[in-house]
């Protein structure tokens, strides 16, 4: 009896300790695992920040003429977005400690300085005229600020390397302690142990996928010609921060733009496997073929030869835009979530063909042609789709109107979005939403086409 009890008390400790254990390593890989997200969102900006300096420098350089409005519009807006950028990589650059980083920091600040009160702010004034001098110094001065960016991304980079790997030394310690107390405890200890070992290295498996496939699949922005660009993506997998959705933007030549959206069947890694086929085998289409319904009947062939699930199917957008008329012509697989801004007037793009992988019937090419300032909103279904908590839909006219009531710029307009899906989700998304919004900057004024 007394040896039951003992037993009994022996086992319960081995449980309670494996329980403590994990939940312990759980929490220190979320506060890991949150920090190495963020110190990666931060290299990401990083990228933002240097595009915006070649604008800046572009703005300014006007090979002795005096800066025109155009000008002066692009710089402060191209500052402006720089400055909100910094600001958010010296939070995370203060809360990582890098100190190095932080000192870079400081001294772009100062370079970024004398660029704006003693070149910027006297040419824009005219009091300073355009010279080679000049032209001189804002190459040295853009030279300079690049190798402290290229500084600070370095540290960030080294930074989340640092924090990969203590990720894994605290999912190898968990799986070490565990090992010990297999021999403590028993066959009953060494079936939890074993069972706990095998999940954190499918944790750490598919972090590896989950990376690999986030570079595979996730579109940095490419500068376009006239356009500004802002984008969002949520997986409702928060540990796999990967799934079915997608958006891309691709050059194909110094005026056209590829620009796609899709929405895979399915969430989490598998849908995501799928949707870095979607995007390469679209963007390998559309350098043959400048036809939006062409690139869609293509694919859709591709798919349904390459695909072997029966079960899954595609709802996507292609549009070829051009950058210089202001002009789209897209083709639409069953995805019904693309919108036209107008101000504040919105109108929905309609669908042009059948989703991807269910029948292979033609589809129909459309255009639209811009007005200046009109923007181009593409979403995927997690915002039409966005229950509240008696489990009703979000529906198209709701969406619409909070596609209306967004900011104007891009980025802000794609964070308003995500935000409105999450209060209406009650703060926890329940499906992957990815958002591409690109406001136009038409050289000339045209006649606004609705649809033809």
């Known amino acids: 009896m007394a040896g039951t009890i003992a037993s009994t008390l022996f086992i319960a400790a081995a449980i309670f300790f494996s329980l403590r254990v994990a939940t312990v390593t759980r929490t220190r890989l979320a506060i890991l695992l949150a920090r190495e997200h963020t110190v990666a969102d931060a290299a990401m900006l990083m990228s933002r920040v240097a595009l915006s300096r070649v604008d800046i420098v572009g703005a300014l350089q006007v090979e002795g003429r ?39 920091l400081d001294l772009y600040g100062g370079v970024d300085r004398v660029l704006l009160r003693e070149i910027a702010e006297p040419m824009f004034a005219g009091k300073l005229i355009p ?16 190798n402290y960016e290229r500084s600070i991304t370095l540290d960030l980079a080294r930074r989340e390397d640092a924090l990969d790997a203590q990720i894994k030394s605290t999912i190898d310690s968990a799986i070490y302690l565990r090992s010990l107390w297999l021999l403590a405890f028993g066959a009953l200890a060494l079936g939890i142990n074993l069972y706990s070992a095998r999940l954190y290295r499918q944790l750490a498996d598919e972090r590896t996928v989950t990376k690999i496939l986030q570079r595979a699949f996730i579109s940095s922005h490419v500068p376009l010609p006239n356009c500004e660009i802002g984008s969002a993506y949520k997986s409702a997998d928060a540990h796999a921060a990967v799934g079915g959705d997608l958006f891309d933007v691709y050059r194909l030549s110094n005026e056209l733009a590829l620009l796609l ?69 897209y083709a639409s697989a069953g995805h019904d979530s693309a919108f036209v801004r107008h101000g504040h007037d919105v109108r929905q793009l309609s669908v042009t063909g059948p989703v991807i992988g269910v029948l292979l019937e033609p589809y129909e090419t459309k255009s639209v042609i811009f007005d200046d300032g009109d923007s181009l909103v593409l979403v995927t279904d997690g915002l039409t789709e966005a229950r509240n908590k008696a489990g009703e839909l979000l529906g198209e006219e709701a969406a619409m109107q909070i596609v209306a009531d967004g900011p104007q710029e891009p980025q802000q307009l794609a964070n308003f979005i995500v935000e409105r899906i999450r209060e209406r989700c009650g703060g926890t998304l329940r499906d992957d939403v990815a958002i591409l919004a690109i406001r136009m900057h038409v050289p000339e004024a045209h006649d606004v086409e609705r649809e033809s």
């Not at 409005?69 to 010296?90: C, M, N, S, V, W």
């Open 66 to 104: 005096a800066p025109s409005a155009a000008a002066q519009k692009t710089f402060l807006r191209a500052d402006a977005l720089r400055r909100r950028e910094l600001g958010k990589i010296e939070r995370v650059v203060v809360a990582e400690n890098l100190t190095g980083a932080a000192a870079a």
């Open 131 to 146: 010279s080679d001098e000049i032209e001189e110094s804002i190459r040295v001065l853009s030279e300079v600020e690049g």
């Open 261 to 329: 959206i899709a929405d895979v069947s399915g969430k989490g890694v598998d849908a995501a496997v799928i949707t870095a086929f979607v995007k390469f085998t679209v963007r390998g289409i559309a350098l043959r073929r400048r036809d939006p319904a062409q690139i869609l009947s293509e694919f859709n062939v591709a798919f349904g030869q390459t695909i072997e699930n029966p079960y899954l199917f595609v709802s996507m957008f292609v549009g070829i835009l051009d950058t210089t008329k202001g002009e789209l012509i």
